[in-house]
């Protein structure tokens, strides 16, 4: 059963540390997308790529965020430096195409 | 306002009820509509696309309104493992819009 795998699950640290998340899409989707879900905000789109080039990044704060997709079985999202504003769950999804979406567990990210 | 706007509930609804959730989208050029069901603590997982003229799945119906710009989802027969978030779902432009979620409880 072909699933998208994230790392880490959970992060605790602190304000101004840098943070990476790591997703392993579903082998042979070449759409990747980075969410991040907060209470408030529900499930905002942050940035996304196809065949590992990045077609939208409009959602993510370009002054700390930064999304890559160094191989088709690697998609980043590194945050330097972090603030406590960034906590929230940020999930990976990979998909063929936009509308079929599979989920990743997710990485709860928590900055103090 | 928001592009898809749904009532966050919760609904709180004994076994055995039927209950419907409407969303309403603002994006008249949005294609493609879905339903996604969300655990707590868990990733969202599609739960059904949702077609021009209705289709049903088992006890889940979804309808979409073109004219008014909702879409809609009748759960039947509730369960208790049917209690979740319901998040409505439209296309924007190449990407997906989620609405911030309808909560559901079903009690015993």
Redesign the interface.
Known sequence: DARVTQTPRHKVTEMGQEVTMRCQPILGHNTV?W?RQTMM???E?LA?FRNRAP??DSGMPKDRFSAEMPDATLATLKIQPSEPRDSAVY?CASGSN?????????TRLTVL | RKEVEQDPGPFNVPEGATVAFNCTYSNSASQSFFWYRQDCRKEPKLLMSVYSSGNEDGRFTAQLNRASQYISLLIRDSKLSDSATYLCVVTGTDKLIFGTGTRLQVFP
């Open positions: 997308f969410y905000q529900g499930l789109l996304y077609l939208d999930f936009t509308d079929t979406q599979y989920f990743g567990p997710g």
